[in-house]
């Protein structure tokens, strides 16, 4: 199914009486209600299958192909994903260490629409995985389960569920394995509702309470104190996906906040061509454009270069998802009142509801802290062994990596999980390749005569080579923090330089979306008020309102909107 094959399917989201357009949505998330005849919808159209390999039944091509589907859907319901995506960290677990009968189990489970959960929290532990308590302990006939499961996605109706339990005394990862265990069966679970959240209402996040709970011998997922490891790669590949959900509410917003400031008037003009709402939302345009351009590089990277997404992962996921808090920021601002209101205004309640949605989002996979902690310690290695790189001026051309994920034109390699690593091992192919791509990219501006966008790649490349100063005066307890952070701005801000030098022929990646792009994210990356660079910025509206008038995705890959 193609993203306009979708969009004809589920039709007009503005018809009030659609079905799967945004009134409903609205009405579902009122009444916490879970969007059964929407996922029944996306079910029989196989919807369910884009993120399975074909192995396992499923439609699976690329990250870059899934992510432009789901968040098509995700436009009208951020919960389309979790009713029937939620099965994706448990799915890359078993990929990565299942047993060919447990695989098999779980893409039966998977392929006819069923739920296999996941299982990883507890709640007096949060992040902090080391402590967790539930155990499993070995009997004669395999072992027994006890303890609590908090939050897990479909609990309330998964028929089975990836579970992580402690098996060791010790402290370290290697104390916890994992086990696969089928809910239909046995004694000894409890299931019960746990705490509401804001976002994703109608979507269960139930708690699992084991007690003594039979667990056969074969239902241990490769080996023992494997469990760890398996979780952190797999997340990798959920932050990956978790983007098309904040690129899906981010699109919604802009486009709400579009229509209401081209048709609301202040005196004599719109509210879209008053000056400051219009550098509001050439803000908010720009970091739209400028989260697709990060989403985008991310999908197509780990096809290329899965071993870095313990670091490209987290930056890219970290961009987007406080990119969508922007958007929705300056979209309020521009809304006022009318973002307040529950039942007038814009969609109807539907910003409120966009605004909780984002807020899920951001932590659904980790914390934001803990998300820039995962790999902040890596980065010192990474400008070490490459940071004379970094400062090189060396002209040579850029490695086939580079082109392989910022070409669109070239065709990406099959997805393999299991190269999926822990640690990038001091590799950064994004930020590695700038001192190459810079000066073909300044050349070319020159001779545009494009001075202020030169500024900014100049400013870009000064900006990447002062990260191994700061990481090296930079104290343990904030300040690597902050310095991760930088990185993910900078990180993204390479990714459009790269897309734009590597498309030269594609109509979309224009050098005023290359300004606008790189205005926005260098300046936070500055921890500076994006305002500060609001005329810069402005190119981004005109591409965004372009897109908008002709019904289209604000993405780099054009989707015609039903």
Known sequence: MTPDALERLLGDPYNVTNPYGFGAAVARDEQDAFPDELCDALREAGFHLNYLSPE????????EESMLLVRTAARRDLNVMPGTMFGITAATCLALHGSPEQQKYAAEVLGRGGAVGFALSEADHGSDLLANATRLRPTDHGWELTGEKWMVGLGLRCEAVYLVARTGERGGPGAFSAVLLD?????????SPAVPTGGMRGIDFAQLRFDRFPVPADAVVGRQGQALESVMKAQQVVRVMS??????????ALRLTLDFAAARRVGRTTVLDSPYPRRELAIASAAALAADATALAASRGIHVAPETFSI???????????????ILRRCGAVLATRAVLRAEGPGGGLFQKLQRDAAIVRVVDTSTLANLRSFASQLQQVFRDAGNCVT??????PDNDIRAVFDLEEPLPSYDPHRLDLNARGRDPVTAALPQVAPEALTRLAAQGDRP?????????EAVAALPAQLAEADK??????VAERFTWLHAATSCLHLWWANETNPFFTTPWL?????HLLSKAAGTDPRREGAAQLPGLDIAVDLHNHDQLFSAHPVHLA
């Open 56 to 63: 396992w039944g499923g439609r699976f091509t690329s990250f």
């Open 183 to 191: 809910l239909t069966e046995g004694k000894g679970l409890t299931r």
């Open 243 to 252: 983007m098309a959900g904040s690129l899906g509410i981010a699109d919604t």
């Open 312 to 326: 490209w992962g987290c930056a890219a996921k970290h961009v987007v998802a406080e990119s969508t808090e922007e």
């Open 392 to 397: 090189s001026h060396d002209a040579s051309a």
């Open 453 to 461: 966008t030169a500024h900014l790649v100049t400013r870009l490349v």
């Open 477 to 482: 307890d904030t300040g690597l923090i902050d």
């Open 515 to 519: 300004q606008a792009t790189l205005a």
